[in-house]
């Protein structure tokens, strides 16, 4: 069965979670660095875990207005889409509301009691983020089946 990957897009960082078979769970993944590899190192995910859909964390402000962030993640959605479709997959992309997902990332790694250091692991709330976004995600869509 085909899996969804959820996406926390950051210009250092990008947060990736991956959902299970059922497309019902959310697992966060280790989270890759934003760089030239990106692109190369997702394909291999999307291949080997049977990825159909991306669903990227779209960020709004408060008053649901587009941010300098927003811009950049809307490159980075088109650069994405040309990646995908240039590399012959068949997976769709989409956006998803992403708003608070980085505080409630940080609240849950508060309460899993985890160390102050590793909490302060930024890619660890990247990753955390990403599922937050995905389970959203999934949580809509099972909701309205």
Known sequence: MAKIIGIDYG???IGIAISDDNKSISFSRPHLPNNNEFF???S???SSEQVD???IGYPLNLK???TN???KTEEFKNSLETFI?????????EFYDERFSSSIAEQQ???TGMNKKKRKNKGLVDSYSAQIILQGYLDKKNFNK
Do not use: F
């Open 69 to 71: 962030q927003t811009l």
């Open 40 to 42: 190369k190192k997702l």
């Open 64 to 66: 649901s207005e587009k």
């Open 44 to 46: 291999e995910i999307i």
């Open 85 to 93: 479709q240039n590399s012959g997959l068949k997976t769709h992309i």
């Open 109 to 111: 790694i508060i309460e």
């Open 11 to 13: 210009t250092v960082r």
């Open 53 to 55: 859909k991306i669903i």
